[in-house]
């Protein structure tokens, strides 16, 4: 069976951190966050900078691991290596079933939500066009690593261009400059203002996600032990800035008040800056970023299955490498087919949805894996050694933890969010008996 190839250079890895992260959450969320802190200017870019900065030291953590091991799989192989068959198979099988199928289903109807600014469809025709968009980009996938890499380098300079010059046209035009520095405070104190903080940095790391998703094609990555900290450090601080920057500029546009109440804040600020032309103009840019967004899932996930496979405990036929392509087609068709079924599913999908907070519990586990890898190998030498560690990991650990617990604490008080819940427990609850019949199969075999 012929190899996965090491076609994707650091350019490429960058590219792929950064259009991985970019969806539509910054056009969108940063209206939220600061409902979330009353307005408060000051603690929604403290949020969006604590979130960036997060970010990094997850990034450098698993940089650190992904290039001691560079193998197609990345965050599952980090899961299984430091803790065990067990819990890296929950977490594929959570990725197949919820995190990254029910994300590919959200990208495709945000979408035809924004391609309906442009042009009128119904509820039917939108459906059509989401299984038609993931079907594309799942055909590119199929067709080359190289070939999607491409589309993605693409895609992400032309949305994080598109991104840089909204922000520079807002912040030129905007007339509520004068309205920040008065906002810069809040009137929330105490438990408060420690719990909202923390349900905004939800929707804030909902708008970082994504960068992880790079480890996941290791196995196919040009001199992995230079490409992954070097790639992962820009992109994060690249990210960064262009966050803050996006923010600031949406605030100047708008002003607090305004931008607290807005639930679609790119489109509003330009609508008013530029008219109502203008939000044809912010619809082409989330088109875009929802595509690249769900080419770099598809890209990535189908590695996990691939590794699964490898493992003896995924289907056999998703470690197949096409002859031809030198890709894992099978694995790649089959996440197209199931998220594509999540997309036409309505509520289920929504259901499905609901229940991606539990990726943070895999997230916190993959980087709490630095520790027992660290001295199962502490003779070996390492490529590349996380700064600050043992800090950096630890914090992003517990920070992971805090996410989860936020979460289901969000879910229990909220009636409308219990059904998540109950949706990710019972994801677990069959998880571990899938996990076991796996292995009685394979021992029977």
């Not at 430091?82 to 199928?101: D, K, M, N, Q, T």
């Not at 405990?313 to 999540?342: C, D, M, N, Y």
């Amino acid at each position: 069976m012929p190899p996965l190839l090491r076609t994707l250079r650091q350019r490429d890895l960058f590219y792929l951190f950064i259009g991985s992260v970019i969806g539509s959450g910054i056009f969108l969320t940063p209206g939220l966050v600061l409902e979330q802190l009353s307005g408060s200017v000051g603690f929604s870019l403290l949020a969006w900078l604590v979130g960036g900065v997060l970010s990094l030291l997850g990034a450098l953590t698993y940089a650190e691991l992904a290039a001691a091991n560079p193998e197609a799989g990345g965050l599952y192989c980090f899961i299984r290596d430091g803790f065990g068959r067990l819990p890296a198979f929950l977490y594929g099988w959570c990725l197949f079933l919820v995190i990254a199928s029910a994300t590919i289903a959200a990208l495709a109807h945000a979408f035809t939500r924004y391609l309906a600014e442009i042009l009128p469809l119904t509820s039917a025709v939108s459906t059509v066009i989401a299984i038609v968009m993931i079907a594309v980009v799942t055909a590119v996938n199929v067709w080359g690593t190289r070939h999607s890499s491409d589309l993605q380098n693409w895609t992400t300079l032309v949305k994080a261009g598109l991104v840089v010059l909204l922000s520079a046209v807002l912040l030129s035009l905007g007339h509520h400059g004068a309205d920040l520095a008065p906002a810069l405070g809040t009137t929330q104190h105490g438990f408060n203002l420690f719990s909202n903080f923390g349900l905004a940095m939800i929707a804030v790391l909902w708008a970082y996600e994504g960068w992880q998703f790079g480890t996941y094609s290791a196995g196919e990555v040009v001199n992995p032990q230079k490409s992954f900290p070097r790639a992962f450090l820009m992109g994060s601080l690249i990210l960064i800035v262009l966050y803050l920057v996006a923010v600031v500029a949406y605030l100047v546009a708008l002003g607090p008040a305004a931008a607290s109440a807005s639930t679609a804040i790119a489109a509003d600020a330009t609508t008013l800056v530029l008219g109502h032309w203008a939000g044809k103009f912010i619809a082409v840019t989330i088109l875009i970023s929802t595509f690249s967004a769900t080419n770099s899932v598809i890209l990535t996930a189908p590695r996990v299955f691939y590794a699964m496979a490898n493992d003896h405990l995924f289907f056999q036929k998703f470690a197949e490498v096409h002859p031809r392509f030198r890709t894992p087609a099978i694995a790649i068709v089959a996440l197209g087919i199931w998220s594509a079924i999540l997309a036409s599913a309505g509520k289920f999908a929504e259901l499905a949805g609901g229940a991606i907070f539990i990726g943070w519990i895999f997230y916190g586990l993959g980087a709490a894996a630095i520790f027992p890898i660290r001295r199962a190998t502490k003779n070996a030498a390492i490529p590349y050694r996380v700064p600050g560690y043992p800090w950096t990991p630890i914090i992003f650990v517990l920070v992971a933890a805090a996410i989860v617990g936020n979460s289901i604490y969000a879910a229990v008080s909220n009636p409308g969010g219990f059904k998540f819940l109950v949706a990710a427990i019972a994801l677990f609850l069959l998880g571990t008996p899938a996990y076991f019949l796996w292995q009685l199969w394979r021992n029977r075999k």
